[in-house]
């Protein structure tokens, strides 16, 4: 040892010092440090739904679920959009949101962009005019009357977590204008319910019978074909069957589709005489009945006239139906032999 120099004994007892440093950082903190600094790279979330009112930074990249450097996933970095509407945050927010929270990412392109949705509950125009309906039937005028709103498409978001329910504030009535204005509070018995003004018609309405299924032509109908249906007045003409006994002893002169208005003159009584039938003509007067024999023209109901040629003599003439194969001639003179008339 004594033949080694002052420089030399400084070097020998300086590098294994350095050696023993390194190693003893390698061995303590090296460990600690893969536990608490390797972390899940951030990705962005393109499109999300949230519940709440904020946005957070959990909500907008994913890989907080591991620590990361004392930044919280639950911290708030914006305000979410009003239920049911959307906000778009675009590449150069986003890369300031990074910036600002120290975070390990960077927008790849100009069109990163995360889409964010807020949850609703959702009040339709038929919640609505159901609510409108209670509150003028607890009034005891809403039995025969129709509401429809102006906006027939409205749509009201609420927060998701609050129920669909809605509380009518005031409403008017103008039955000589059919229109009605109301305010109205979603939810129902909300502190901070949100108000909304809605306007709209009102309809009265009547009950008519129509068909329970589609009707053939020629199909006699019975009053277990028949349903009552609400329309509204106006569209009830003067020809509109009102009463169901109408049905009654009828048939379809055309198709008639179920649940449709009906027309009296889409009715008949049922054929009696059908086109090419042979038939007795009968001529009353005072003193005597004449008879003959002839084939109906046309098809016709009890009632009806119908054209009818005389089989002997060839001439036509008019009868009115009087029941299955028996007509029933208007003049006498109908059945001479007239050569004018011979066909």
């Not at 975070?103 to 889409?115: A, E, G, H, M, Q």
Request: aromatic share 4%; charged share 25%.
């Amino acid at each position: 040892m004594n033949s080694l120099n002052p420089r030399a004994r400084l070097t020998w007892f300086t590098i294994p010092l350095g050696l023993v440093t390194l190693i003893a950082i390698l061995l303590t903190v090296a460990p600690v440090a893969a536990d608490s600094t390797i972390t899940t790279p951030l990705t962005l979330r393109n499109h999300i739904t949230i519940a709440g009112g904020s946005v957070r930074l959990g909500d907008i990249f994913d890989g907080f679920e591991t620590p990361r450097a004392g930044i919280s996933g639950d911290t708030i970095v914006a305000y979410a959009p009003r239920p049911g509407r959307r906000a778009v945050f675009d590449a150069n927010w986003l890369a300031r949101v990074a910036q600002r929270y120290r975070l390990d990412w960077r927008p790849t392109t100009r069109l990163d962009r995360v889409i964010v949705e807020r949850a609703s509950t959702v009040i339709n125009a038929e919640d609505i005019v159901s609510a409108l309906r209670d509150e003028i039937k607890s009034r005891g005028n809403a039995q025969n009357i129709e509401l429809e709103l102006s906006n027939r498409n409205l749509l009201v978001h609420i927060d998701s977590d609050l129920p669909a329910t809605v509380e009518v504030v005031h409403i008017a009535t103008e039955a000589r204008r059919g229109q009605f204005s109301a305010i109205i509070a979603v939810p129902a018995d909300d502190p901070q319910a949100r108000r909304i003004t809605v306007v709209g018609k009102i309809f009265s309405v009547v009950e008519v019978p129509v068909p329970a299924r589609a009707l053939r032509p020629g199909s006699p109908i019975r009053l277990s074909d028949i349903k009552w249906k609400r329309v509204r007045a106006r569209y009830v003409q003067n020809d509109v069957v009102t009463d169901p006994n109408e049905f009654v002893n009828r048939e379809a002169k055309r198709p008639l589709s179920a649940d449709t208005m009906v027309r009296r003159s889409d009715l008949r009584v049922p054929i009696t005489v059908s086109k090419g039938m042979l038939v007795t003509m009968i001529f009353r007067t005072s003193s005597m009945v004449l008879t003959a024999s002839g084939r109906a023209l046309e098809a016709g109901s009890t009632g009806d006239f119908i054209t009818v040629r005389n089989i002997q003599t060839k001439t036509t003439v008019d009868a009115r139906v009087l029941g299955p194969n028996r007509v029933e001639v208007a003049a006498l003179r109908q059945l001479a032999t007239s050569e004018g008339n011979i066909q």
